[in-house]
């Protein structure tokens, strides 16, 4: 029997403290190096547009205090779980919004929603969690029965 050389589960997690508002490109570049060290390019345009809506978010809303990226693939499920953790404290729960045609921001989280099958933030006491998933192409059928 051949195991799959894709393992089950790989994490990867970028600290990016401070950063300020070099931290979104910061993350994309992240993303895009990540992503292609597992073999994941073709999931590459859309996780980077949600990583860095996500950084975004934790700069302009989440205050200045840690801010980490998480990428989590999971080879069985298969899914990229894409996150990033601020010290924020939400105003209110979290929604995608319906800004006006003109409005220059807002659009966000919209555009998270869109692209992920599913989103969802956490509050714990300290900090703010804005995660979203993005199916992955299934793995060959012969890895899958091995
Ligand atoms: N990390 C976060 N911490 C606190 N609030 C957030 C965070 N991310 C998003 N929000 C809230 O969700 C709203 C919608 O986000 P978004 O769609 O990206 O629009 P925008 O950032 O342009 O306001 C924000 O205006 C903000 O109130
Ligand atoms: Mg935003």
Redesign the pocket.
Known sequence: MTPPDVPPVSVAMCDLSGMSWQAPSLAREFTTQRLACWGLDDAVDDARMIVS??T???V???GDGPLTVSLTAHAILPALLLS?T?R?????P????H?DEDAE????????EALAALWS?THTGRT?T?WAVLPLSPLPADTRTA
């Open positions: 809506e996500l975004t978010n934790a302009r809303h989440g990033v601020d924020g404290r939400p105003g209110g979290l929604r995608a919004l800004p921001t807002g659009r966000g989280l919209a555009m998270v933030w703010t804005v």
